[in-house]
Structures are given as structure tokens and as C-alpha cells.
């Protein structure tokens, strides 16, 4: 089993659409959570880390659900910027992380 | 303007061939790593390096060496023993390796012909 698994999408939604997706890990002691953020041909940057509690950033929400075993994403009222690739990312037990291979999210006018 | 520089941005090379790929970073991080990545797979850990002077392999460290000499510069050369070194390499950079977020540059893409 992968450490980290991703819906690959793509997910095609038109401007101010919400959408959701989910990723699940497989080691339960990961205790680090974050959701990168990649365009095509460049390198991931950091769009939020994960809080136990959720947290939310603008128009992007992000929850942990630790009985499951699962991270999500949400974003609201989408924009033709948010179309990219989102990276969940979780440690592992040596702290280093584990990236899966990433959503497609396309936005279209 | 802090950040972490990576370069060439692509990079030629034949078979046979070491190369050396680029990496520094200005914004005093402890802990750097080299990635790659191919289409379709999530990134894959090479090498990572908590302190100066000091590195570990990581998942697929075999065909590549690095060194750390200074905090700022964390240089990954990929040797001819590397079997299929055409990819995407990125190079992070975070304060620590317990749980903290790490910082990309913008990467290498290297084709060996």
C-alpha cells in the first residue's frame, strides 16, 4: 500500500464552483500534514499546513480526519488560478515526508 | 529576497556522463534535500542533510553522491551509475526535519541522451 494516496482527477469545474477532494495515508502516527500546491513544470510550494482542528485560508479549507486516516481540500468559489496540482503530504515515522502523486484540479471559464 | 536557487534550469547530458546539479539557499535552514520526479509518481527522496558535514541516504540513493560543505549549498551529482537519471530534480530546504514545512526551488529538469 502506498504511504500516501491521491485521487489523480482530473477534477474539471467551471469559475466559482466548490470542490472537494480527499487523500488518505497509511501510517498512523503521522503527526505532520500539509497540502502543496504544483503548476505545470514547476516546483510544489506550500499552500497550508493541516491542523487537528482544520483550518482554513481564504477561499481553501483543509481537514484531518485521524479515525480514517484521511486529509481533504476544499475550495470555494474556484478561480482559473487554483488550476494546478495539489500534493498531500504527510511524515513518516523518521519525520521525513511522504508525497503523493497529486489531484488535478482544472477550472474552466 | 530569501529563497533557494537551483541551477541549470535543464541540463543536457550523454550517457556516461556525472553531472552536478545546484542548489543553494539563503534562508539560514538547517535541513536540505534532493528530490526527483517523474510523471505520474510523487516525489521521491535522493539525499537529505540535517546540519553541515552531514547527509543520509534516501529512498533512492543509489548512481547519486552529494556533500554539504556549507549550510547555504547542498550540491547532488548524479553519476553514470545512476540507470535512469532523466527527470526533474528538486531541491528543498526547511529549519529542521522534525515536521516542518519544506521550501522548493524552482528545480532542474535533466535529460541524459
Known amino acids: 500500500r502506498k504511504e500516501v494516496e491521491q485521487d489523480p482527477g482530473p477534477f474539471n469545474v467551471p469559475e466559482g464552483a466548490t470542490v472537494a477532494f480527499n487523500c488518505t495515508y497509511s501510517n498512523s502516527a503521522s503527526q505532520s500534514f500539509f497540502w502543496y500546491r504544483q503548476d505545470c513544470r514547476k516546483e510544489p510550494k506550500l499552500l497550508m499546513s493541516?491542523?487537528?482542528s482544520g483550518n482554513e485560508d481564504g477561499r481553501f479549507t483543509a481537514q484531518l480526519n485521524r479515525a480514517s486516516q484521511y486529509i481533504s481540500l476544499l475550495i470555494r468559489d474556484s478561480k482559473l488560478s487554483d488550476s494546478a496540482t495539489y500534493l498531500c503530504v504527510v511524515n513518516r515515522n523518521d519525520y521525513k515526508l511522504s508525497f503523493g502523486a497529486g489531484t488535478t484540479v482544472t477550472v474552466r471559464a | 529576497d530569501g529563497g533557494i536557487t537551483q541551477s541549470p534550469k535543464y541540463l543536457f547530458r550523454k550517457e556516461g556522463q556525472n553531472v552536478t546539479l545546484s542548489c543553494e539557499q539563503n534562508?539560514?535552514?538547517?535541513?536540505m534535500y534532493w528530490y526527483r520526479q517523474d510523471p505520474g509518481q510523487g516525489l521521491r527522496l535522493i539525499y537529505y542533510?540535517?546540519?553541515?558535514?552531514?547527509?543520509q541516504k534516501g529512498d533512492i540513493a543509489e548512481g547519486y553522491s552529494v556533500s554539504r560543505e556549507k549550510k547555504e549549498s547542498f550540491p547532488l551529482t548524479v553519476t553514470s551509475a545512476q540507470k535512469n537519471p532523466t527527470a526533474f530534480y528538486l531541491c528543498?530546504?526547511?529549519?529542521?526535519?522534525?515536521?516542518?514545512?519544506?521550501?522548493f526551488g524552482p528545480g532542474t529538469r535533466l535529460t541524459v541522451t
Open positions: 528543498a530546504s526547511s529549519l529542521g526535519v522534525l515536521g516542518y514545512e519544506q521550501y
Open positions: 534562508l539560514n535552514h538547517d535541513a
Open positions: 493541516v491542523y487537528s
Open positions: 542533510s540535517q546540519i553541515v558535514n552531514d547527509f
